[in-house]
């Protein structure tokens, strides 16, 4: 094995699972972040499915019992009934148009510079998102506000799935993040922080797992016996560090709310674009 190589898929893996639930864009992290370490192997689009696949893993292994509850008792309970509805409402959006957009996004989008502007972007609309919540709110909405009008995530409705859902398709741009796109768009339609973070945890089961079955049937001639080492690599890394990542952030939205996202988006993007302009690094590549 290339241990050079093998170091680039754990960094990689690492980067997948602390920015695939976050408001941040795994996506346009991972563009980056291959062009700054120069990743290039035939087999790419496997390799991302396997990372993605370890990321999601960390949510179910970290929602095991929820899920339990809801395959076991989803025929009886009415609370598990109510959350497949959403879920599937919420999922069926993005999965129609990334189905139908998702060749020329790549085309055109996959590269640094879109992805910078993206991230800056979305972290104006994070601000002004948090500006009205406060308005709205008030400064209770920590963890799951008495004054939200969706406190937790059984109290989700499927009017708000669907408008969550189409929001979502926006995610499809790089940069914008589909986790920081259903948890702000949640949060302007009503929804606690907490209720809004959940549910885009629950929704990005079937969004991610969606998605890396349609890449990895389209890529599946590039599962190779001779590069399993380095997917496994990838997806152990991704596993841990998006375990790690969640817990994490249901403990921060308990206690602050989404700006300090917002500012790294800012930089993050900001050094892309300044670094371009300098003519420091060439993004273009």
Known sequence: ??????????????????????????????IVAEDVVRFEIATREAFIVAIQAGAILAVCWEYRQRLM??????????????????????????????VMAKSAIERFL????????????????????EARHRRRYGQLDLGGSRHARVESLDDIGPW??????????????????????TIVGG????????AATEYSFFLAIPTVIGASLYSGYKAREQFVA?????YAIGFVAAFFAALACVRW??????????????????VFGGVILLTAYAGWVDWTK
């Open 1 to 30: 094995m290339d241990w050079l190589l093998a170091l680039k898929a754990l960094l990689l893996g690492v980067v997948e699972g602390l920015t695939e639930f976050l408001p941040v864009s795994s996506t346009g992290h991972l």
């Open 69 to 98: 509850h809801f395959l076991f008792n989803l025929h009886r309970d009415a609370r598990e009934q109510r959350l497949a509805v959403n879920v599937a409402v919420g999922f069926l959006p993005a999965a129609v148009v990334g």
């Open 110 to 129: 996959f590269k640094p510079l879109p992805v910078a502007v993206a991230l800056v972007v979305g972290a104006l609309v994070i601000f002004w998102a």
């Open 160 to 181: 708000d799935a669907l408008r969550i859902g189409a929001v979502q398709c926006l995610a499809l741009i790089p940069g914008t993040s589909r986790s920081g796109a």
């Open 187 to 194: 949060m302007l339609f009503g929804l606690s922080r907490k």
């Open 226 to 230: 001779a590069e399993l080492p380095l």
């Open 249 to 266: 952030l249901l403990a921060y939205v308990s206690q602050h709310d989404f700006r300090l996202f917002a500012w790294y988006r800012i």
